[in-house]
C-alpha cells in the first residue's frame, strides 16, 4: 500500500498544466513495479523520490515506456508534494540522472534549478521527419534527446499538425516546434513538445526542453529572462532565467488527487 499524488505543474488551477504521479518512498522499488505504476498511471511521467540526506532525495521518472533521462516538470511536482504534504521547506536537492536539481518555493510558486543544455546544430533535418513539416523550419538543432525546430512564429507553432507516426520514426527522441512570441500573448517564445516513441503523443508542459530553449532564445531575443508558454490544448507558462550553465524555471502547481495505490509485494 502507497500514498501516490497527481500534481498540475506549471500551472496556478487544476485541469491544466501538466500532470504528473508523485510517490515519496522508504526505499526504491523494484524497477519493474516503478515501469508498471508509470503504465497503469499512463501520464507522461511518474516520479519516485526515496531520502538520502537532509533536504536531498533521490529523484527518477518513468513515462509509460521507459525510464526518462530528464524531466522538469515532474521535478517541480516532486517540489510540491514535499513541500504541501511532507511539510519541507527551504532548498531541495534532487540526486538524478542530470546530476543534481535543486527546487524551492518562490511566493506561490517553485523554482526549480536544471542544467542548460546548448543548443547543437544540425545542418538537415533528419530523414525521419521529411515531410513533417508545411514549411521548412528556419532553423533546427537538438540536444542529446530532442530535437528541436524553429518555425518562425508563434501562430506556425499553435497551428502546427504533428504526423505522430512520422515523429515515433524517431524513437525515444522527441520533436519540440517553437516559434517567437507575436507580442500580444505575453510569451516570449512558444514551444509543443511530441514524443510519440516515447509514449507521449503532445506533453502539455516540458520543463526539460527549456533547458535548451532558454539557451537558444536568450542568444535570439538577447535577454537571458522571460516567459514561455507551452501552447497545447491545455496549456502551461514558465518563467525562465538563464544563469551561466544553469537554466531557472518559475512555475505554479496544484494538487488534483491523493490516493491509495496497491502494488504487489
Not at 81 to 94: D, K, R
Not at 101 to 127: F, V
Amino acid at each position: 500500500m502507497l500514498r501516490m499524488f497527481q500534481v498540475d505543474a506549471f500551472t496556478d488551477r487544476v485541469f491544466a498544466g501538466n500532470p504528473a504521479a508523485v510517490l515519496i518512498l522508504d526505499a526504491w522499488l523494484d524497477d519493474a513495479v516503478m515501469q508498471s505504476i508509470a503504465q497503469e498511471n499512463n501520464l507522461s511521467e511518474t516520479a519516485f523520490a526515496v531520502p538520502s540526506v537532509a533536504s536531498a532525495w533521490g529523484l527518477r521518472w518513468f513515462t509509460p515506456a521507459h525510464e526518462a533521462d530528464f524531466c522538469g516538470h515532474a521535478t517541480l511536482a516532486t517540489a510540491h508534494v514535499l513541500t504541501a504534504e511532507y511539510g519541507v521547506s527551504g532548498t531541495m536537492t534532487f540526486h538524478t540522472r542530470m546530476g543534481d536539481l535543486r527546487a524551492a518555493k518562490d511566493g506561490e510558486a517553485y523554482c526549480i534549478d536544471i542544467p542548460a543544455l546548448p543548443p547543437e546544430p544540425l545542418n538537415a533535418m533528419p530523414k525521419e521527419l521529411d515531410g513533417a513539416f508545411a514549411a521548412p523550419p528556419t532553423d533546427v538543432f537538438r540536444n542529446f534527446e530532442n530535437v528541436f525546430a524553429n518555425l518562425g512564429s508563434e501562430a506556425a507553432v499553435r497551428r502546427f499538425k504533428p504526423d505522430l507516426m512520422r515523429i515515433s520514426r524517431l524513437g525515444k527522441t522527441g520533436l519540440v516546434v517553437t516559434g517567437v512570441g507575436d507580442g500580444t500573448s505575453g510569451a516570449a517564445f512558444v514551444s509543443r513538445y511530441f514524443a510519440p516513441g516515447a509514449g507521449i503523443s503532445e506533453d502539455p508542459v516540458t520543463g526539460s526542453t527549456h533547458a535548451t530553449l532558454a539557451p537558444y532564445w536568450s542568444i535570439i531575443l538577447g535577454t537571458s529572462r522571460g516567459r514561455a508558454f507551452q501552447a497545447s490544448p491545455r496549456g502551461g507558462w514558465l518563467d525562465y532565467e538563464l544563469v551561466k550553465d544553469r537554466v531557472f524555471l518559475r512555475g505554479a502547481a496544484r494538487t488534483f488527487m491523493e490516493a491509495t495505490i496497491f502494488p504487489p509485494d
